[in-house]
């Protein structure tokens, strides 16, 4: 995939209902750019997908297949082209979200179901209540990017602190992602700190449909302060919230903020399980990359 196929991305990822924009293509190809494919069906191309690596663990994003040309094996065929070029390059293990349509996919090609998320959406609503764990969040320190309306913000732990504590929770050097998201969206950030030590980052993104709010990850005591704080800051917009339903925390927030539950993805995997830990994620970054 090339960029002279962004026309065709975001046909594909509009028709399916898809919430990636032209920034969010452009950023799958910058970060894999022999990595992207499109499938050609009878010399038309038809189908897209991305792959992300980090290290040595992989993410398949962005399957698509035009409607027109479904259940003719072209989204298989994709699949087994990305997992080759995976496969050349020793990845250890491909993770991804899986629609109920993909799902059966990718069970035959070996990949395993490892837990389930919930994508939220709604018209966010400013929180009125405490969130739970709201009364810690006192105690710690809110980091919100220059030029800040408040006078006293704090300054912006390094970005390699930042990528160590995320990757102590999902296991995976994401350096390459978060770096260009918070370079693209660097007024989005919000980092919750105690002293010098993190505590939890949250950022968000435009979307087709709707705000993307997520990566977010965060300990206990910080991850309910910053979706809630999310939330607010996006008040009267649309927004997307992807959570493992594993954090009852989060899903609780999704709740009782009016949101409500479009569908779910369930999170696999082929190869070398990776240890994530789902009670400190509080939102994926858009279900087609995990
Ligand atoms: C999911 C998606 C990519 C599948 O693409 P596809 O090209 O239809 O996939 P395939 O044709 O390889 O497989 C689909 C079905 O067709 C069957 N099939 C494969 N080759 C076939 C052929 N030559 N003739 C008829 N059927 C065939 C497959 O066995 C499969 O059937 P199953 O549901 O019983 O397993 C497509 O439905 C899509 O774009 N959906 C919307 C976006 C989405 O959900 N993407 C997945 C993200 S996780």
């Known amino acids: 995939m090339r960029t002279g196929d962004l026309r065709l991305g975001l ?11 032209e920034s969010d293509w452009l950023r799958f190809m910058s970060m894999e750019p022999e990595g992207c494919f499109v499938a050609e069906f009878n010399g038309c191309p038809v189908g897209t997908t991305a792959t992300c690596i980090f290290d040595k663990i992989a993410w398949i994003a962005m399957v698509l297949v035009d409607k ?3 259940g003719q094996g072209v989204g298989t065929k994709l699949l087994k082209h990305s ?8 990845i250890k293990t491909v993770r991804l979200d899986a629609t109920d349509l993909g799902r059966p996919i990718y069970e035959k090609l070996g990949f395993v179901p490892e837990y389930e998320l919930a994508r939220f959406e709604g018209i966010a609503q400013p929180c009125k209540k405490e969130p739970p764990g709201g009364s810690l969040k006192r105690s710690l320190g809110m980091v919100i990017p220059a030029p800040s309306p ?4 704090l300054r912006m732990p390094p970005f390699a602190d930042m990528i160590e504590f995320d990757r102590q929770i999902t296991g995976t050097n994401r350096a390459k992602m978060l770096g260009r998201l918070f370079n693209e969206f660097p007024r989005n950030i919000r980092i919750l700190t105690d002293g010098d030590k993190i505590e939890g980052f949250i950022t ?8 993307q709010v997520g990566p977010c990850t965060a300990t206990i005591n910080a991850g309910s302060a910053l979706l809630s704080d999310a939330l607010n800051r996006c008040a009267g917009k649309a927004v997307f919230i992807d959570m493992p339903t594993g954090n009852v925390h989060a899903v609780k927030i999704g709740e009782s903020s009016g949101l409500k539950i479009q569908r779910r993805f369930m999170r696999m995997c082929r190869g070398e399980r990776i240890k994530d830990n789902i009670e400190a994620i509080w939102a994926g970054s858009g279900p087609e990359k995990g």
């Open 11 to 21: 046909r594909l990822s509009r028709q399916a209902g898809w919430n990636q924009t």
């Open 68 to 70: 027109e040309s479904r």
């Open 83 to 90: 997992l080759n070029y995976l496969d050349g390059l020793k």
């Open 150 to 153: 408040k006078p006293a913000a």
């Open 204 to 211: 968000m993104r435009p979307g087709a449909n709707a705000v």
